[in-house]
């Protein structure tokens, strides 16, 4: 497996926690819910934890800051995709997971034949490339405030007019509807991953990577 530090990779969509899970092999990183295998139950994976609180100064600097700033551009693009264009977003924290010593655990997973007969189908069969889901970053109990605007001028007739402010409503002026909803549960917005570098393999060297 490489040495460097894991790539982070922010998803186009967020994803439900459960769907993607820390120390899976998967052939395509901007996918990790599709073709991947689920690290070995049975062996001990060390997952850490952290919470990374909300970060209201923009020039914070620091992991916090990275991971606020990235999760706040996340969110507003979804809300532009949902054509939501005056919204206030509010989420009070994050979490990030991260496997700790991923290339022993890589490793000792290899000497599984379930993880042997997986790598050299799509490997060394099929020339394949392939990662380790080595973190996730996530958000929950996400607050968005949305402000709609409506202009109520452009009345054409005085009975119009006359209907509109019998309504309650001021003509030629805008109406301002707030609408709000939170979405509680745990969402991925972003992977780190290491791709999974091997010397020149035989079936045989399956179990040594470089």
């Not at 994976?45 to 952290?50: G, K």
């Not at 060394?124 to 990662?131: F, H, L, N, P, S």
């Not at 109520?152 to 309504?167: E, P």
């Not at 991953?193 to 393999?201: I, L, Q, S």
Request: glycine share 6%.
């Amino acid at each position: 497996m490489a040495r460097n530090r894991g790539r982070r990779l922010a998803h186009p969509l967020p994803l439900p926690k459960d769907t993607v899970l820390c120390g899976e092999l998967t052939l395509d990183p901007s996918q990790p819910h599709n073709n991947v295998l689920p690290f070995p139950r049975d062996l001990p994976l060390d997952i850490r934890s952290e919470i990374i609180r909300e970060v209201h100064n923009t020039q914070a600097t620091g992991s916090g800051a990275g991971f606020w700033i990235q999760l706040m551009t996340f969110l507003k693009a979804q809300a532009r995709a949902l054509q939501l264009d005056d919204v206030k977003i509010s989420v009070p924290q994050g979490t990030k997971y991260l496997v700790r010593n991923s290339e022993p655990s890589f490793k000792t997973a290899c000497g599984k034949q379930d993880v042997r007969n997986w790598l050299e189908e799509h490997v060394i069969d099929e020339g394949r490339k392939t990662a380790m889901i080595v973190g996730m970053y996530t958000y929950s109990n996400t607050t968005y405030v949305h402000n709609h605007h409506q202009q109520l001028g452009g009345q054409t007739s005085v009975s119009d007019a006359t209907n509109a402010a019998s309504a309650g409503a001021e003509v030629g002026t805008a109406a301002h509807n707030q609408q709000a909803f939170n979405m509680p549960e745990e969402q991925i917005f972003a992977i780190e991953y290491k791709p999974v570098k091997f010397k020149a393999w035989t079936k045989k060297q399956i179990e040594e990577p470089s």
